[in-house]
């Protein structure tokens, strides 16, 4: 229990904890000068916090709402990218020429990896590169939909019944809805205006919310601040982090460990060993 209480690994602490600090000693300072000079400050109510802490948790579990499903999304998308992959590997069985066939298992590794490093606006064709044949040509603006494209021409190639072709090319159209999916949630935050305003309230409300307690809690109020102040903060850090799950914070999707799922499934099916490791959690955060 305590070490749950006290772990700082995964935890959104680190990313909120000097404008916690800054509430705080804000919190202090009021205290300080409300005890020495208490005619300086008017009786506030507390009522108009209640209110607007009210409103602003429910906006906040919206938005928090709005964030989770994307990261869910993206965890789904991942995991159907998986299915038909593995899909693609037994229906490829009818391929009887084996280096052809291997080709086209490394061209779904190479996918993997070139999506992986479009969603981190990283360089797909170099991620891809070691899994394709030398010199295959790729869509350089879109290299994910480029190794789809020459997976697809190959396979419309092969001398196998029209059902067989049926089966490789709905495992090939559900990778593209994989990557259209998880491009749609990459490319189209929540709207700005919406988190600016959360923003701006949650600011507003952490510092303002001293002076209602300065003159009832006295010096309480820094700790009841610093509570209120890490909720929200805290909150706001979450969805933040959640909106794009395909970073590299330690809460996003570990999808560099899914990429290795999907080679390991490749790689022995071809016959290959020893496999890959699997990836595992290091201090304990899977990437």
Not at 140 to 151: F, K, R
Request: charged share 20%; aromatic share 10%; with cysteine.
């Amino acid at each position: 229990m305590l070490r749950v209480l006290f772990t700082l690994k995964g935890s959104i602490v680190k990313r909120i904890a000097l404008r916690c600090l800054g509430v705080t000693l804000l919190a202090a300072l009021i205290v300080l000068i409300e005890r020495h000079y208490p005619a300086l400050f008017y009786p506030v109510s507390a009522t108009p916090f209640t209110l607007l802490g009210l409103s602003l948790s429910i906006f906040m579990s919206f938005r928090n709402n709005a964030c989770y499903d994307r990261w869910w999304e993206g965890r789904k998308a991942w995991g159907q990218m998986i299915i038909e992959v593995r899909s693609f590997v037994r229906a490829s069985v009818v391929i009887e020429d084996h280096a052809l066939r291997a080709q086209l298992l490394r061209n779904l590794c190479g996918f993997a990896h070139a999506l992986n490093a479009r969603l981190r606006n990283e360089d797909e064709l170099r991620a891809a590169q070691p899994w394709l044949v030398e010199g295959q040509a790729v869509t350089p603006h879109n290299v994910c939909d480029g190794i789809l494209q020459a997976v697809g021409k190959d396979c419309a190639a092969l001398a196998i019944s029209d059902m067989r072709y049926t089966l490789l090319e709905q495992r090939l159209l559900g990778l593209s809805q994989v990557q259209a999916t998880c491009e749609r949630i990459k490319g189209t935050p929540l709207p700005f205006p919406y988190t600016l305003l959360l923003h701006r309230t949650i600011y507003i409300f952490c510092l303002l919310l001293p002076f209602a307690l300065a003159e009832p809690l006295g010096w309480l109020a820094p700790l009841f601040t610093t509570l209120v102040s890490y909720t929200f903060f805290g909150l706001d850090a979450i969805g933040n982090e959640l909106e794009d799950p395909f970073g590299r914070d330690e809460n996003d999707l570990p999808t560099d460990a899914l990429v290795r799922t999907i080679e390991r499934d490749v790689l022995s099916a071809l016959g290959h060993e020893p496999l890959p490791p699997a990836l595992m959690p290091v201090e304990h955060v899977l990437s």
